[in-house]
């Protein structure tokens, strides 16, 4: 089937994408109620048709699944808030379409969905967090299997791993009546003697309609499952019969760039932006000729982003070594012929879903730049939940979610204008100061400085015993090649049979012994808080300059209050008050989870929109056009979201 889409080059000039998709929502979705009352009317039809003997069941049923699926997109529509605006007087009648159109798949409350779904789009193909996420396989078979069980996935999900997600359990009251009313009409349907025609008018149409949706809506859409980047988790592949056939999900990147958008828009909107859309690199395939089909094979959703210069998705676990009796060094398999551009003393972060919450920590990568793999070295802490699950439980095989790199604590240093190639401020003397776990960006930094420039290395690796001392062996073997400009010295507090190193703390004057101050000489330090701070502490005495001491410090997850600080009153649907004090430099959202307050929300970045409240009074800062969670329109009736809701003066926000 060949696609006729082709971009109207002469009218792209300078458009502002960011406010395109904007342009094509309309107060009502009236594409959207057509489809809802040609779903009622063809029922109406069908079942008068078979009572009256005009009608086969087979064709019948076939019919019913058709309706099953196109109602399906009225339910997704309404779930989304896209057929009415919210300041709409109409905006009451939208959930009770959504409830109604729900209806022909029996066993799917429309709440409970909406909130299961706004879960799939701010978590799209992370595989803990992602409730439409395939986990039964590759094969055909396995993928039919999996499609069949969504819907009691999500309910196993529900009461499981989303069991303390408050937006899920809000949804727990209207989901328990919706299936104790089902159970009772399916009863008395069986009761009354109509088993035959429930058969095949309901449970098989839902049956049929419920995998057909599973493979267009999640698989096709989202395999191989790879990249969690906004431009990258979703395909389209382009076809006018498609976008007809499928109601516009052929184009689902569109809906998921902007979910507010109604079904009939997508290829408007897709032919529109399709400059940026390229730009970024998105995720666009040809779906081949004939029956010859060529999409699913995409690369674009299996690399890495801005050209190597960033990652952001699922990475399988390639290898763990053991290095010490609590440390092991994991090393991640990128796609092939993939190699991530970091700089040497970045880290990355890694993601798993432990003991109920989505836990992500930093690690520094321990090998220098340029391979197609990231090693990553991880010690065991008391009470670490992340370190002792990669110690214990992390296999051969796993993936973990991984973004990066990030970090500034990198060599060749920023200020100096030195490069691999350069003699621009060439360095004397590279002192590596490392405690405990700290060696991992250091290695990283020897690697690289010993590889591609020629300053003397001096590494100064401290622990509290010989056995916690890690990455020995590689240590050694980089002595022996490089003798003349590696030395090494190894500060261990306790005593122990082996001969390696000073029996000592590292302390001032272990440091003033070690090492020479003066002249173009660069200090690298990372470790714990106590010996960073007394390193430091000791280079400043001896008038080294701030420009050549680089200190390793993990950025902070939540913004710490900077500037003016505002009065942020918070109405909840339960018709609870809470009065929070947010700065300018704070979203309402972060701050009242950091408080233990329950707003609505799932992406945290503006993307799914289920965070959106009502400004009672007050000013948060206006939030930008391409943010697709919220429509200017909607920030003029007075609507924001908690997530990117910066106050700008005492404020009172109502959630939805």
């Known amino acids: 089937m060949k696609s006729v889409d082709q971009p109207a080059t002469a009218e792209l000039g300078n458009k502002d994408y960011p406010k395109v998709w904007q342009s094509h929502i309309p107060q009502i979705a009236w594409g959207t109620l057509l489809l809802f009352i040609g779903v009622a009317v063809g029922y109406i039809v069908v079942l008068s048709s078979t009572a009256n003997d005009y009608l086969p069941y087979p064709i019948a049923t076939l019919m019913c699944t058709y309706f099953a699926f196109v109602s399906f997109t009225v339910l997704h529509e309404a779930g989304h808030g896209a057929i009415f605006q919210v300041d709409s007087k109409l905006k009451p009648f939208e959930a009770a379409i959504g409830w109604i159109a729900c209806l022909p798949f029996m066993i799917v409350p429309y709440k409970f969905f909406q909130k299961i779904h706004d879960r799939h789009h701010a978590f799209t193909n992370d595989p803990d967090r992602d409730p439409d996420k395939f986990n039964l396989g590759e094969r055909w078979y396995h993928v039919v299997a999996a499609s069949i069980w969504l819907p009691l996935q999500y309910y196993t999900l529900a009461f499981t791993r989303y069991r303390s997600v408050q937006t899920i359990r809000n949804t727990w009251p209207s989901t328990v009546v919706y299936l104790v009313l089902m159970a009772a009409l399916l009863v008395m349907l069986v009761w009354s003697g109509y088993a035959i025609e429930l058969l095949c008018f309901a449970v098989i149409p839902a049956v049929l309609a419920m995998f057909i949706l599973a493979i ?137 879903w432990l003991n109920g919450h989505h836990q992500t920590r930093c690690y520094s990568l321990c090998d220098a730049p340029g391979s197609n793999t990231l090693r990553i070295a991880v010690k065991k802490t008391t009470e670490g939940l992340m370190s002792g699950f990669i110690n214990q439980d992390l296999k051969v095989g796993d993936e973990v979610v991984v973004r990066g790199p990030f970090g500034t604590f990198v060599y060749p240093p920023k200020s100096t204008g030195y490069s691999y190639n350069s003699s621009a401020s060439k360095i004397e003397e590279l002192v590596l100061i490392a405690g405990g776990s700290g060696i991992t960006p250091i290695l990283s930094i020897m690697k690289t400085s010993l590889a591609t420039s020629d300053p003397l290395i001096h590494l100064i690796y401290a622990s509290h015993n010989h056995d916690e001392l890690m990455f020995l062996k590689e240590i050694d073997e ?77 950025t902070k997850a939540v913004n710490e209050p900077h500037g003016e600080q505002f009065n942020v009153s918070i109405l909840t649907e339960n018709s609870e008050k809470h009065i929070i004090k947010v700065a300018t430099n704070q979203s309402i959202l972060e701050v009242a989870n950091a408080r233990g307050i329950a707003i609505p929300h799932a992406c945290g970045d503006g993307t799914c929109g289920s965070c959106k409240c009502k400004l009672r009074s007050g000013k948060v800062r206006q939030i930008d056009a391409s943010i697709p969670g919220i429509t200017d329109l909607e920030q003029a009736a007075g609507y924001t979201l908690a997530c990117r809701g910066f106050p700008e003066g005492d404020v009172t926000i109502q959630t939805l």
């Not at 906004?230 to 007809?244: D, E, G």
């Not at 529109?272 to 998105?282: G, M």
């Not at 001032?508 to 173009?520: H, K, M, P, R, W």
């Not at 990372?526 to 280079?539: D, H, N, R, S």
């Open 216 to 352: 267009f809506f999640d698989y096709i859409p989202h395999h191989p499952h790879k990249s969690l980047s906004r431009y990258h988790n979703t395909r389209i592949y382009p076809s006018s019969v498609l976008n007809i056939l499928l109601l516009g999900q052929n184009y689902h990147l569109i809906h998921h760039l902007y979910p507010r958008l109604p079904w009939y828009t997508y290829r408007n909107v897709y032919m529109e932006i399709l400059p940026e859309l390229k730009k970024n690199n998105a995720a666009i395939e040809n779906i081949g000729h004939g029956f010859r089909l060529s999409f699913m094979k995409s690369t674009v959703m299996n690399q890495l982003l801005d050209y190597g210069h960033a990652i952001n998705m699922l990475v399988m676990v390639k290898d763990i070594e053991k290095l010490t009796n609590d440390s092991v060094a994991v090393t991640l398999q990128l796609p092939q012929g993939e190699s991530l551009k970091f700089k040497a003393g970045q880290y990355i972060t890694v993601s798993k």
């Open 478 to 554: 980089l002595m022996s090649l490089y003798t003349e400009r590696l030395k090494v010295s190894y500060v261990v507090s306790r005593h122990s049979k082996e001969r390696l190193g000073t029996h000592r703390r590292l302390s001032e004057d272990t440091l003033t012994e070690l090492i020479q101050f003066g002249g173009n000489r660069h200090y690298y330090i990372c470790g714990p808080i106590g010996l960073k701070e007394m390193t430091v502490a000791t280079l400043s005495k001896n008038d080294v300059e701030e420009s050549c001491v680089h200190v390793e410090e993990f």
